[in-house]
């Protein structure tokens, strides 16, 4: 039998060392606690965040490898320049958070349920209320047509999830956040578990101990204070 550690519900900055994390499920670390913005923003210094269904306790990983994106090495197909091209989609930051993940949490092709619950919203939604976390919003004209939002500690800035309402949508906001980011400093955006559309763009593999590393580090430094929203996002040209 497993016996996974249980987070103690007053100490929200203390978790197992990730090395001690399952190799199957690959990651899972511990579960219990809570979704406070002091212990998720602990977390994801320690290169661990929370995932889980809605009829499960809450569960947080620590995978090996983590997937993560050079915030100056993400690709941009030939294709997605010739739809940016002709195109009128601008992008924006933080002016539309709750509806990015509205979207990221709305069922998709293939899946029956979502991860993205009524807890984990209201928990992000207040981390954005805090200036922690964030969004880039893809529109046409006025349509919402994709996006992506995740958490920034210091330098580090963690994906959470993104969608896709138009075709590219979704590459568009990625690529428009890693412009911002490569321009404000900070070299790694956290895509946490690999899939083959992450790296069909430009993600990495690197083992667990490099990232927490620099997660450590990078969480440590100064990064952008409160909502972005006074900041204009780059189009990938």
Known sequence: M??????HPSRPALFPIPESALAEPNGLLAWGGDLSPERLLAAYSQGVFPWFNEDEPIL???????????????????????????TNWRLTADTSFNRVVEA????????PGTWI?????AAYEELHRLGH?????????????????????GRLFCGESMFSLRSGGSKVALAG????????????LDAQVTNPHLLSMGAMEI????FVAQARRLSAMPG???SWIRHQVPLPL
């Open 207 to 210: 083992p667990r101990r490099e």
């Open 177 to 188: 956040l890693c412009q911002l980011l490569h321009g404000w400093g900070f070299p790694l």
């Open 117 to 121: 619950g009524a807890d984990m919203k």
């Open 224 to 226: 952008i204070e409160g």
């Open 60 to 86: 947080w990983w620590s995978p090996d490898p983590r997937c993560v994106f050079r915030t100056d090495e993400l690709h941009v197909s030939r294709s997605l320049r010739k739809l940016l091209a002709k």
């Open 2 to 7: 497993i016996r996974l550690p249980q987070l």
């Open 104 to 111: 990221c949490a709305a069922p998709r092709n293939g899946q």
């Open 133 to 153: 976390a964030h969004s880039i919003e893809v529109w046409d004209r006025g349509s919402l047509v994709g996006g992506i939002y995740g958490v920034a500690v």
